[in-house]
């Protein structure tokens, strides 16, 4: 899964390609260089980032997709946590709602049911600024939630095969509770459930490398989604597609040919 910021603030290239034209070249330059799906969003998840309005995800967003959705082959994800952009994105040919509210939302699973699209559920309990208190460890936490987002998907129709569980590195979790869940991934598995792993770029990364430059954490990326690979995860969602394929690659060769 690539990222498409089409965002003029986010946290690593925000800005880089906030024109429709280098939008769709972004776009396609990941597709050549193997991402099977562009995920795109239009609303900042950075600390202490401005939230648009659903009103004004919806002007910026709008747009760009349909300048992207015709031309490319890939699946098209969208980021967003307000159902009526999420209806918009669907309508304008997205294939997957990436829901980065941190909750199960009943109005998007809805739409994802009636649509036959993909539903990214992630956990998310106080946004990328706090840090939240997990009492029976991170891990227990999020197969918690995961479990009631998998009977609260089924309870509104969605089946299985368009569930994916997104641990939500970085959000409301420490540095060490990042590590935990990178450990542990395999605990998170749910049979016939896809999984997906986010650490492109992000703090704890820069932490554990000792770079602090967001935009020079790839290196440090794909040690850590070897690491998610290994404990099972389906999908990668990176900054730099080139290098994350080579990665993925050579893990699946490694863990998932055994």
Wanted: contains cysteine; aromatic residues 8%.
């Amino acid at each position: 899964m690539g990222i498409l910021n089409y965002t003029p603030d986010s946290f690593s290239d925000g800005g880089m390609y906030f024109t429709h034209e280098k939008a769709l070249e972004h776009a396609l330059l990941m597709q050549e260089q193997g991402a099977d799906i562009i995920d795109i969003g239009a609303n900042s998840t950075r600390p202490d980032a401005e939230i648009l309005s659903a009103s004004e995800e919806k002007e910026r967003l709008v747009p760009v997709l349909e300048a992207i959705c015709g031309n490319v082959t890939a699946a098209v994800s969208v980021d967003t946590f307000y159902p009526d952009c999420a209806e918009a994105a669907l309508r304008a040919g997205a294939d997957i709602i990436n829901d980065v509210s941190g909750a199960f939302n009943s109005e998007i699973a809805k739409l994802a049911a009636e649509y036959g699209a993909g539903y990214v559920v992630m956990h998310n309990p106080c946004g990328s600024s706090d840090v939240a208190h997990y009492p029976d460890g991170v891990v227990a936490e999020l197969r918690k939630f995961f479990v009631e987002a998998i009977e609260l998907a089924a309870k509104y129709g969605l089946p299985k095969s368009q569930l994916c569980l997104d641990p939500g590195f970085g959000f409301g979790k420490s540095y060490n509770d990042n590590l935990e869940i990178l450990r542990n991934m395999q605990w998170l598995r749910f049979k016939g459930i896809a999984l997906l792993a986010a650490c492109s770029r992000k703090r704890f990364i820069g932490e554990a490398s000792g770079e602090k430059n967001s935009a020079l954490r790839d290196s440090g990326t794909v040690a850590a989604n070897t690491a998610a690979i290994m404990g099972g995860a389906d999908i990668i969602r990176v900054h730099d597609v080139f290098s994350a394929v080579q990665g993925a690659r050579v893990a699946d060769e490694i863990y998932r040919k055994a």
